[in-house]
């Protein structure tokens, strides 16, 4: 008997922070491989999944505008960081027996397919995770705003944002010893305190197509599965 999941399609943002692990950059392998173990579970629980990775763990195009560099030249550069990260993400589920495809918004057919949506939508019924790497294609956008307009274009029912923390709070945990943590706020009130959950770009698409986002601590093994199952882990915003 298959287990009821509370969300039939999802999208994950795995941030390319998260990725660094121990290490002060690149990708580290352990993170690697759990994050790979969790996602393997997801998998055989029967849901949906798409990953949009981000690329910070090797480079941000803000970054570029440090050495002088235009920013949309280094937010291209940024882009070719989430494909190298995708593509470490795929082998390493593809070592634990996970189907997997990998898609580009950036089109480079030797490594990747090309992004087309009605194509990633069939891979998900066929039961594929898929990846969707190089964000939206467009200089000037986050990784978080390629993972807003995914789970809209594959019409996910949440988009599960993995960060350090354990969801959303009045401040920022990590300064403010008194933060306290919300287990569920609206878009409204998330604008009205002037919260961060992501950039508005990202925060606005959900908004207005009214998809739910679950931010959530993705360094506990415990919580991807949990939130599966309906359980109240992290924020949801909605
Ligand atoms: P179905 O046709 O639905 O069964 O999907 P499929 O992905 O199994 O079939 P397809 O023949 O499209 O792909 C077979 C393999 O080639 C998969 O691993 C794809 O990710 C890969 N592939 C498909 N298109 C491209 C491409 O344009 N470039 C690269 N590098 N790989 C591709």
């Known amino acids: 008997m298959s287990i009821p999941l509370k969300f039939k399609r999802v999208l994950l943002k795995l941030s390319g922070e998260a990725l660094v ?81 990998l898609q580009s918004a950036i089109p480079m057919d030797k490594i990747c397919e090309p992004y087309i949506r009605r194509k990633a939508i069939r891979h998900l019924q066929k039961g594929r995770v898929v990846i969707f790497a190089a964000g939206t294609g467009n200089p000037f956008f986050t ?56 950039d508005m770009t990202a925060f606005t698409i959900c908004q207005e197509n009214k998809l739910p986002i679950i931010v959530f601590n993705i360094n506990n093994p415990e919580n991807l599965r949990r939130i599966l199952l309906g359980e109240p882990v992290g924020t949801l915003v909605s």
Do not use: C
Not at 170 to 184: G, H, M, R, Y
């Open 143 to 198: 990784t978080d705003t390629a993972a807003s307009l995914r789970a809209i274009e594959i019409e996910a029912d949440v988009v599960l944002k993995g960060t350090r923390v354990d969801g959303v709070y009045t401040a920022d945990p990590e300064k403010d010893q008194n933060a306290v943590k919300f287990d569920s706020i609206s878009f409204a009130d998330v604008l009205s305190n002037r919260l961060n959950v992501m």
């Open 21 to 101: 692990g121990k290490q002060e950059f690149g990708i580290d392998a352990d993170t690697l491989a759990t994050y790979a173990r969790q996602i393997k579970e997801l998998w055989e629980m029967g849901v949906e999944l798409a990953i949009v990775v981000g690329g910070g763990n090797i480079f941000r195009g803000v970054q570029g505008e440090g050495i002088g560099m235009g920013r949309a030249h280094g937010d291209y550069m940024g882009m070719l960081a989430t494909v190298i990260n995708g593509m470490a993400l795929q082998d390493a589920l593809e070592q634990f027996g996970v189907h997997v495809r």
